[in-house]
């Protein structure tokens, strides 16, 4: 039995060693894991925007990883926006559509200091006098079903070639219910004049299957072949896309609208270096990239990213605007295309 006695300790002294690597492995890959998530904050920028919040919160979490400066972003509607703007606030950062930013630029909120990015953003995707700049748009695109374009022989890809094609099915999101919709209605009447587009949208009427409450809604109806096509938002239809759904993405010859997400430096703000830092970052690839895994599909304005050159729809045509529609009169022809076409017989 002696003789077993060093083989015994030999063995406990082994087990020991063991025990003690694998008591001091777990402790560094605790440690390691807290590292992970425990980030350093040097600075707080606040942002207001009317972005989704899951969307603000993905970009707050990546600047914070990659910069050690917490975003805190403060969540609102545009009436809200607009209303605590004139009013005593503590913003540094403004991020909500170019049309609100340029309605604040006039009412002097914004610095004008955003200068470094110039070179690298289409002067329509920016302020004149650089008190706020685009970083990136979602256009209105045609979102055919695959199989219906395999089965035809001619496909519309065209405002007036849509309109005027008989027995398609056509799903879109009500120009009342989302500013993204109803920009096709400004935006047509802009660029072709009121009686054109009236004429146009009356055809179509006639071929609309739906009149969806969400954005997302028509490219899912032509996705699950309720409909042929969709006028749709692009960002949606490539989220549809990625998750399997038979679409395929046609931009308009004759031009296409836009919904701008832009951004600006609040004039009061003492965090002027530190702000224009964060715009910098939002031109850049690492936001795109993340805001796409988290399935967030816009094209950036900044078109020396790698993002914006690997993006198949870069050569977008826009509709040219020959006038310009102020408040009144968007109320004015939304209000007409209600009564004489959406609620019409």
């Not at 065209?158 to 919709?181: C, G, N, R």
Request: aromatic share 12%; proline share 3%.
């Amino acid at each position: 039995m002696r003789r077993y006695i060093p083989l015994l300790l030999v063995g406990l002294c082994v087990l020991f060693v063991i025990l003690a690597m694998l008591l001091y492995t777990t402790q560094i890959v605790g440690q390691k894991n807290q590292d992970e998530k425990f980030v350093p904050v040097t600075k707080t920028l606040t942002a207001y925007t009317t972005m989704p919040a899951d969307m603000a919160m993905i970009i707050a979490e990546q600047y914070q990883k990659e910069d050690s400066v917490k975003i805190n972003f403060v969540m609102m509607n545009s009436d809200e926006l607009e209303q605590k703007m004139n009013s005593e606030n503590d913003a540094d950062l403004i991020i909500a559509d170019s049309k609100l930013l340029e309605k604040f630029a006039q009412k002097g909120v914004l610095a004008g200091n955003i200068s470094e990015q110039e070179d690298i953003v289409a002067d329509k995707f920016k302020s004149p006098t650089n008190q706020w700049i685009g970083i990136w748009y979602d256009p209105i695109v045609f979102c055919y079903n695959v199989d219906y374009v395999k089965n035809n022989w001619y496909i519309p890809t065209s405002w007036d070639e849509l309109s005027q094609f008989p027995q398609i099915k056509i799903a879109m999101t009500d120009f009342t219910v989302a500013s993204a919709s109803s920009n096709v209605l400004y935006s047509l009447i802009e660029n072709k004049g009121d009686v054109h587009t009236f004429t146009i949208l009356k055809n179509i009427h006639q071929k609309v299957t739906r009149y969806a409450k969400y954005l997302s809604t028509p490219v899912r109806m032509v996705g699950m072949t309720e409909a042929d096509v969709a006028i749709a938002v692009q960002s949606e239809t490539l989220r549809y896309i990625h998750d399997g759904y038979p679409l395929t993405i046609i931009y308009p010859e004759d031009g296409t609208t836009y919904q701008l997400t832009a951004v600006g430096i609040v004039s009061t703000s003492k965090q002027q270096n530190e702000a224009n830092d964060f715009v910098k970052w939002l031109l850049g690839d690492n936001v795109q990239m993340e805001l796409q895994h988290h399935q967030y599909y816009y094209v950036p304005t900044n078109y020396s990213s790698l993002t914006y050159k690997e993006f198949a729809g870069k050569n977008i045509s826009f509709l040219e605007k020959y006038t310009e529609l102020d408040s009144i009169n968007k109320k004015i022809f939304l209000d007409k295309w209600v009564k004489e076409i959406r609620l019409a017989n």
